[in-house]
């Protein structure tokens, strides 16, 4: 199919993207890389009146070290963070991430910001900065805001983004001394999307036990998932087998996962379970090192 008729415009600045989107509200939609976009188009599931593509706008690319974290501009290739040596030293979790989403052909020109604007329940980065804990810089008319990932994220396929606002990037903390991190998720061919997938952060302290921890799931609701459950099993506590099985058996009674034609809730359920683990065995291993 070929998608509805539209007016295209490709601001090089984001107050020019501002002013588009000012003029045109809900008939306009933002072009990032246009791997979901520009499907959905062609499917006619969305029919906007005037496409608005940032690929000229160069301030939204790029990556930064700062103090304390690494920033990412929302327009920066996903196969550009993913060789980021900045990425990999400061946020490793990001850097283990990348290589399960999709396919290098659609990483090379899927950016990170669209992805997330996106709000796939069944995309890797928003779970990924769920537990990080990232932070989203926004832009209207009106100024700038920053939003958590707890807050960005507040439903299906839905964000933080009223429709005149542009994500200018995200801002990822660096993983500290005495942490681990571990992700992975099952999906029926690699590069489709996950039926589970789950992304583990930890801290330790001197003694061994945990001192944080943060397990976020997707695929398995309206959108991430963080799970209190498997948190509140492995504070304070030495991860032996039986405290990590307990977190793992708390995240399942944290979600409620759909059933479709690809798994079925039980499926699911027994993939959290069994994917919490892994993570939390490898991202405990990685912080005694």
């Known amino acids: 199919m070929k998608p509805a008729p539209f007016l295209y415009r490709r601001p090089d600045s984001v107050e020019e993207a501002l002013a588009l989107l000012a003029e045109h509200g809900y008939d306009a939609k933002l072009l990032a890389g246009g791997q ?29 070290p700062r103090v304390g974290g690494v920033w990412i501009g929302a327009m920066t290739r996903q196969a550009t963070a993913e060789r980021s040596e900045a990425v990999k030293r400061s946020v490793p979790l990001l850097a283990e991430t990348f290589p399960w989403i999709a396919h290098p052909a659609i990483r090379n020109r899927g950016t990170v910001g669209g992805n997330l604007a996106h709000a796939d329940p069944a995309s890797e980065l928003p779970a990924v900065a769920l537990v990080l804990e990232a932070r989203f810089l926004i832009r209207g008319q009106g100024g700038e805001r920053w939003v958590t990932a707890a807050d960005f994220f507040p439903g299906l396929f839905a964000t933080a983004l009223e429709p ?24 029926r061919r690699h590069g489709d999307y996950a039926l589970v997938g789950a992304a583990s952060h930890v801290t330790i302290d001197a003694s061994g036990c945990c001192t944080s921890a943060s397990v976020g799931l997707l695929s398995v609701g309206d959108g991430p998932v ?42 699911r359920r027994q993939l959290v379970k069994v994917l919490t683990s892994r993570t939390l065995i490898r991202a405990f291993d990685r912080a005694r090192v």
Do not use: Q
Request: hydrophobic content about 45%; glycine content about 8%; proline content about 6%.
């Open 164 to 187: 005149e606002e542009i994500l200018l990037g995200v801002e990822f903390p660096s993983t500290s001394s005495g942490a681990g991190c571990a992700f992975e998720e099952v999906s």
């Open 36 to 64: 979901s976009l520009i499907p959905t188009m062609n499917f006619r599931l969305a029919e906007p009146a005037v496409l608005i593509d940032l690929n000229g706008v160069d301030e939204l690319v790029g990556i930064e």
């Open 226 to 267: 963080l799970s209190a459950g498997a948190a509140e099993a492995l504070l304070g506590e030495e991860a032996t087998p039986d405290r990590i099985d307990a977190a793992a058996s708390a995240a399942v009674r944290d979600v409620d996962p759909p059933s479709d034609i690809h798994a079925s809730t039980a499926y």
